[in-house]
């Protein structure tokens, strides 16, 4: 061996290497495979040192090396732990022949805790199978050595198991686990020297030992403060078998729970061992170390605070009389699941890890793998919540033991797959980090060395080798650890700040569990006017032992409530049924809806309260989506949509097929605009807009499929057509039940028969309504074309020379104010500009309107009051014709456009609303006039499209039947007044109806001043 074959291996020093190889005669060629394996050590300068320090001190060296040379298991498991840390060489110099426990059989295999527990007992002279063990103190061996020897064998089993870690035969949780049965073997054995101490103390109490915190949950560092909980209870007296003094008991309890806890916090040879803290017990240091169990359930039931419930999840018995450690659990455990209902629960849990992060020494935050932002402590914060609230009706959730809990949460659908395998790898390599770190000198630490320095970046190599970084140990570890810490924080703030949390954490007890036999009773409470339905309906969504199921149990509880929020409960039940039914197993729909609770109490909503809603998302249900980020709501840009059409077009080969596609998109944008409507996303004019643009994208893409197939069966193109949007379509304003209004346009091409080319754009049109009406599944759009010149005896389509001759000679004055609302909108780009350009000055008359022409317009808005208000309707609850309704509001607009666009140019609009803002900005409309008008269109237009919404059909009036209207008012935002509200007695039909009343009374006269010049 040479030096450069050591610096090849690692060896940093390899000529000092080599001399103390070759110093402790480790340099035959039989030694090749020792420092090979001292060289696989995290740090192989430090593990050829160590073992010259072993074999230095063994008294029989040889016998150490011929083991070295032919056992390549206590090869591999000495060098790992010598190259790890120096606290463990040291307990190996100590104690020569120690490295035997790294020999055999027994160090490769994981003692049961009930080994470790005889064991120990047995180091102490105690009988582990005696009701209450004490040490042997009759012989020579005194109280003080019988700790020593506890401590020794202590350590020795801690050897043993690191030489299984560092090897990769125990995984993070196993090691975990071992020592946290490792302490509770300790602790008994302590409790069995400190009787044999104090006889008379142990024959006056029972005394049990709770564990907490990391031991109580099985997952114990190498170096942790071991926390616990004193119980004790009076024992029966010698002789006469009656109870001894409770308070005598307690004291005697005391003298040996202190005596306990002195054996693990002693300092001597073998170092401290960790310590005992029972400061986690009823009022922490303040308080009596020992107490009984009734002390005990008196505090928790009075006096405990959120955060001691969160600590005792993790409670079990680890040591001392186990029947009264049970008897401890029987009582705490129900207080321990019943916590999430206390009022702040979860936002208590939430400030109490926030200010964890706030005291975190300045410097130390991103150093800090317990304590920091994507730490152990968000990942542990985040399953307790979890736990704690969910666990309240669900068992299978109750493990103080981090991973398996969550692996509960996710094998029942409480937490998504792949986060909790997330969090579970991050938690794996940051124990296994905390692991390493805590073992180089057996100290209690979970910061990461300081890179700044040269002794952190020695320590950060051989933490990034041991953990398997070979190419560059420091850059890969603090690479894996950003990823990880990264990952952890983004995980922690999207589970432990989920808003189902607090939803799920304020139902009552009973309403968590939804029960067959409570939830008929509740579903009546929350006004579902057919419980057994609705039962049934929950019984087939939550029925089994899927995954799929196992959400539905979590989300429902909440949900409904938020159905009985809705107007029709019962249908918004119904309706998430068929949803859920329709999307099946789709993995990413009830994770939706768990992970973003918004989404679930949108979806509530509008199943509850709108029929058109629920008959377009039983269509396309994938559209939940889009609830989760009002983004998604709002109204989109028609050029993006007329873009997607354009792919719906090319994506198909008939011309059914390709309409039908985009008339897909048309019942999603219809969708989008509904729920941006109904979850007052959207105001009314926004709505108004994006119902338009849909439409208008919808008729331009079926009449570039109408003229292709018609041009095909010709053979030749004769016109060019173009669409015109009349009335509410061309104002921008359709609503939900409204036919498209709209004039066709041709102009045939040069040298083209006229006759011809009208027969051609004549088919054109007549195959642009059959596609966009054809029986579908998609929703229809109906074209209306009543409003062209004559009527419905003048031709449909028409020349645009045809439309001038019109214009010039025969139009009369209502034809002008229909133009008012004329918008090319679909066709031939010149032939719309030069429609516009036509239809200008008869709309915008230069000098205005003739008097004769107002007194004209006067009489037709008379007449049709009178004539087209339908019968039976009541005037004045009628939102289109009816008194202060959108047609007063309209024709002041109409009426002022008619008379002053000619001069002023931002009154030369198709949109209502803007002509009345241009009207008071150029003082033709009072302020005061323009509002009242505006409060009333917007409040009849809102009405008019929620008729729909909520109905599933149109309606111009506000519905007769009261439920209806309630509903109406409902979706509308009126709500139901709480008991003894001051100032507020109306339900929602009779607010809406008042409202309602009120608005359009002020419009009307305020139409009948400027309209009329009264």
């Known amino acids: 061996m040479t030096a450069g074959a050591l610096a090849r291996r690692g060896f940093s020093d390899s000529p000092r290497a080599l001399r103390l190889v070759t110093g402790a005669g480790l340099d035959s060629p039989s030694d090749t495979a020792v420092i090979d394996s001292l060289a696989a050590a995290p740090d192989p300068d430090r593990a050829l040192l160590g073992l010259i320090r072993v074999l230095e001190s063994d008294p029989d060296p040889d016998a150490l090396r011929d083991a070295l040379r032919e056992d390549p298991a206590l090869r591999d498991r000495l060098c790992r732990v010598l190259g790890t840390g120096a606290a463990l060489s040291d307990h190996l110099v100590r104690h020569p022949g120690d490295w035997r426990e790294l020999r055999g059989a027994d160090a490769a295999r994981t003692p049961d805790p009930q080994e470790l527990r005889r064991g120990l007992l047995h180091t102490v002279g105690a009988d582990p199978h005696a009701a209450a063990p004490a040490a042997d103190l009759s012989g020579t061996r005194s109280a003080e050595e019988l700790r020593h020897a506890l401590r020794v064998a202590y350590r020795r089993r801690v050897l043993r198991l690191a030489g299984r870690d560092l090897t990769g035969l125990a995984t993070v949780d196993a090691v975990a686990a071992e020592l946290s049965d490792l302490a509770a073997a300790l602790l008994d054995g302590a409790l069995a020297v400190a009787r044999a101490e104090h006889p008379e103390d142990a024959a006056r109490c029972r005394l049990a030992v709770i564990g907490m915190g990391k031991c109580g949950g099985r997952e114990l560092n190498y170096v942790s403060d071991v926390d616990v909980v004193f119980v004790a209870e009076p024992a029966d007296a010698p002789g006469d078998g009656g109870p001894v003094d409770e308070q005598a008991a307690m004291r005697s309890a005391t003298r040996l729970a202190t005596a306990l806890m002195r054996v693990p916090a002693e300092t001597d040879a073998e170092g401290t061992l960790w310590e005992v803290d029972p400061a986690l017990r009823p009022e922490g240091k303040n308080g009596p170390l020992v107490r009984p169990l009734s002390g005990h359930r008196a505090y928790y039931e009075r006096w405990a605070k959120t955060w001691e419930f969160q600590a005792l999840l993790k409670a079990r018995p680890i040591a001392g009389d186990m029947e009264l450690g049970r008897a401890y659990m029987d009582v705490i455990t129900p207080m321990v699941w019943e916590a999430s209902s206390r009022r702040n629960f979860v936002e208590d849990v939430q400030a109490m890890r926030r200010r964890v992060l706030e005291h975190i020494p300045a410097g130390q935050a991103d150093r800090e793998l317990k304590l920091g932002p994507g730490g152990l402590r968000d990942i542990e914060f985040s399953v307790q919540l979890l736990q704690l609230v969910h666990g309240r009706a669900d068992g299978r959730l109750r493990s103080g033991t981090t991973l398996v809990a969550l692996a509960a949460l996710s094998e029942h659908g409480y937490v998504g797959r792949p986060d909790a395998a997330g969090l579970a790898d991050a938690y794996r390599f940051l124990r296994r980090l905390e692991h390493l770190l805590q073992l180089e000198r057996l100290r209690r630490t979970h910061l990461m060395p300081d890179g700044g320095t040269a002794d952190g970046q020695s320590e950060l190599r051989l933490l990034g080798r041991a953990l398997g970084f070979t190419a560059d140990p420091v850059r890969e570890l603090t690479e894996a650890r950003r990823k990880v810490a990264a990952e952890v924080r983004r995980l922690h703030e999207k589970l432990f700040y989920r808003p189902l949390l607090n939803a799920v954490a304020k139902l009552p007890g009973e309403e968590a569990r939804l029960s067959p036999e409570q939830a008929r009773d509740r579903l009546e409470a929350l006004g579902f006017a057919d419980p057994a339905g609705a039962l049934r309906h929950l019984e087939a969504l939550t029925s089994g032992v899927s995954r799929r199921a196992s959400i539905q149990r979590t989300l429902l509880p909440v949900m409904l409530g938020w159905f009985s929020d809705a107007p029709d409960p019962d249908a918004g039940l119904l309706g998430f049924r068929q949803v859920s039914e329709a999307l099946g197993t789709t993995p990413w729909y009830l994770r939706l809806l768990r992970d973003d609770v918004r989404v679930a109490e949108r979806m509530a909503w509008l199943l509850g ?186 031709p449909v389509v028409r020349t645009l020379d045809s439309y001038a001759a019109y214009y010039g000679r025969w139009s009369q004055v209502w034809e002008s104010q229909a133009l008012l609302r004329a918008r090319p909108v679909a066709g031939d780009p010149e032939l719309r500009a030069a429609f516009s350009a036509l239809i200008d000055p008869v709309r915008y008359p230069e000098g205005g309107i003739e008097a004769s022409a107002v007194l004209e317009i006067r009489k037709l808005k008379a007449r049709m009051e009178s004539e087209r208000l339908p019968r039976g309707a009541d005037p004045t609850l009628h939102t289109k014709l009816g008194r202060g309704g959108l047609s007063d509001v309209e024709w002041v607009a109409q009426l002022t456009q008619l008379r002053h666009a000619h001069e002023y140019p931002d009154l030369r609009t198709t949109g209502t609303l803007e002509a009345l803002e241009a009207a008071v900005a150029h003082g033709l409309l009072a302020a005061d006039d323009g509002v009242v008008l505006e409060q009333a269109w917007r409040l009849a237009s809102r009405v008019r499209g929620m008729v729909m919404l909520v109905r599933g059909r149109g309606g111009d009036s506000l519905p007769t039947d009261l439920r209806v209207r309630a509903a109406l008012a409902a979706a509308l935002g009126c709500r139901t007044p709480e008991d003894g509200e001051e100032g507020l007695w109306e339900g929602p039909a009779e607010q809406l109806t008042e409202a309602y009343l009120r608005t359009t009374r002020r419009a009307r006269a305020v139409m009948e001043r400027v309209f009329y010049d009264e």
């Open 609 to 794: 309260t709108s029929r058109y809603v629920t008959e377009l998302l039983l269509r396309a249900p994938e559209a939940v989506g889009m609830l989760a980020d009002d983004a998604d709501l709002v109204r989109r840009d028609p050029k993006v949509m007329a873009a997607e059409a354009d792919a719906a077009l090319r994506r198909y080969d008939t011309a059914e097929e390709s309409v039908s596609a985009v008339r897909a998109l048309r019942r999603r944008e219809l969708l989008r605009t509904a729920a941006a409507d109904l979850l007052e996303v959207s105001d009314v004019r926004d709505v108004g807009s994006a119902l338009t643009d849909i439409a208008a994208v919808t008729i331009d893409a079926a009449l570039r499929v109408a003229s292709a197939r018609v041009l095909e069966a010709d053979g030749e193109e004769l016109t060019r057509v173009c669409v015109v949007a009349m009335g509410r379509f061309g104002g921008g304003e359709l609503t939900y039940a409204s036919d498209a209004d709209v004039m066709y346009v041709h102009a045939p091409l040069p040298g083209a028969d006229a006759t011809a080319a009208t027969r051609q754009a004549m088919a054109v049109v007549r195959e642009l309504a059959r596609l966009l009406e054809m029986p579908a599944a998609e929703p229809a759009l109906k074209v209306d074309t009543d409003l062209r010149p004559e009527g419905r005896s003048g």
